[in-house]
């Protein structure tokens, strides 16, 4: 079976200081990865997602960049934090199932990390 | 890109069923139709996706009319433990982003 690991669970950053939350999946080859960032009560909002090695696409500009190294390894990271980057960070998988009609995918996701940037 | 909207919040009690339906007026040709379910401080939980008609598992039941407009996510006699955010989503995620979701809260 999957599974998708995602560290460290919590995380106290002081603002200008650097980020790094990495995020394996476990249990299938070539998966589509994603980060979310979740502030306070509100709905997730995605930054980052990978369909391959070395691709990634942003969708929301900002300070934050995202790389894959390998297959099943996505890390989220930034060269200096603002106040703003507080909130749940994370991580999710999914495949692509083709059917006659469409394309699906239904998405997997890590366990999160609360980052507050004080 | 499909734009959904759903109620904010709903209130319900245990043991009985909910229905949050779901509007998606410019829903594609080729897009399914996908619930998550949020507990705090959690990531979303797949609970169930569609295309047309009626889908059902050992969770919920969705309902989705011939003209694909709108989606009825349905949970069969609630218990406390159903209380959690539920999204939907239409389309494939990298075309979107969740939408703040429907805030089940279900009473004692």
């Known amino acids: 079976s999957q599974t998708i690991h995602q560290w460290p669970a919590t995380l106290v950053q002081p603002v200008g200081s650097p980020l790094s939350l990495e995020c394996t999946v476990e249990g299938t080859s070539n998966p589509n990865l994603y980060w979310y960032r979740q502030a306070a009560g509100r709905g997730l909002q995605l930054l980052f997602y990978?369909?391959?090695?070395?691709?990634i696409s942003s969708e929301v500009p900002q300070n934050l960049s995202a790389s894959r190294p390998q297959d099943r390894q996505f890390i989220l990271s930034s060269k200096k934090l603002l106040l703003s980057d507080s909130g749940f960070y994370l991580c999710?998988?999914?495949?692509?199932?083709?059917?006659?009609?469409?394309?699906?995918?239904?998405?997997?996701f890590g366990s999160g990390t609360q980052l507050s940037v004080l | 890109l499909a734009k959904t909207t759903q109620p904010i919040s709903m209130d319900s009690y245990e043991g009985q069923e909910v229905n949050i339906t779901c509007s998606h007026n410019?829903?594609?040709?080729?897009?399914?139709i996908t619930w998550y379910q949020q507990f705090p401080s959690q990531g979303p939980r797949f609970i169930i996706q569609g295309y047309k008609t009626k889908v059902t598992n050992e969770v919920a039941s969705l309902f989705i009319p011939a003209d694909r407009k709108s989606s009825t996510l349905s949970l069969p006699r609630v218990s406390l433990s159903d209380t959690a955010v539920y999204y939907c989503?239409?389309?494939?995620?990298?075309?979107?982003?969740f939408g703040s979701g429907t805030q089940l809260t279900v009473l004692p």
């Open positions: 410019n829903i594609a040709t080729n897009d399914y």
């Open positions: 990978s369909v391959g090695i070395g691709q």
């Open positions: 999710a998988w999914s495949r692509d199932a083709q059917s006659r009609t469409a394309t699906n995918e239904k998405l997997f």
């Open positions: 989503l239409v389309g494939r995620p990298r075309q979107l982003t």
